[in-house]
């Protein structure tokens, strides 16, 4: 079983910046990638960024390219989303995720999610 939890998140205004962080424990954290997703109500939830088990490739959504960095460090076994120029349209419940793979191909490889971390921008 592996435990993802989530922290960072909270309210900011407009062009302001957060860092998620995500710890994991159970399994050999460095062997898979992980990712971030996100999901504003009434919304489904969507991808934000994704790296791979030894940080040397990461993937983003076209909305969150240049804004978002994604990072990790396989000794704290710790994912970061750091994100700035936030918008109002950023405002979601930002969820955590490990993967069965190495890389990152799709959301269906994704195996195990935190709880999430709300995250709001005001205007």
């Known amino acids: 079983q592996v435990q993802l939890v989530e922290s960072g998140g909270g309210l900011v205004q407009a062009g302001g910046s957060l860092r998620l962080s995500c710890a994991a424990s159970?399994?050999?954290?460095?062997?898979?990638?992980m990712g971030w997703f996100r999901q504003a109500p009434g919304k489904e939830r969507e991808f934000v960024a994704a790296?791979?088990?030894?940080?040397?490739?990461?993937d983003y959504a076209v909305s969150d390219k240049g804004r978002f960095t994604i990072s990790r460090d396989n000794t704290k076994n710790t994912v970061y989303l750091q994100m700035n120029s936030l918008k109002p349209e950023d405002t979601a419940v930002y969820y955590c995720?490990?993967?069965?793979?190495?890389?990152?191909?799709?959301?269906?490889?994704?195996?195990?999610w935190g709880q999430g971390t709300q995250v709001t921008v005001s205007s």
């Open positions: 995720a490990a993967s069965k793979r190495t890389y990152y191909d799709n959301v269906g490889d994704m195996v195990y």
């Open positions: 159970g399994r050999t954290f460095s062997n898979y990638a």
């Open positions: 790296i791979n088990w030894s940080g040397t490739s990461t």
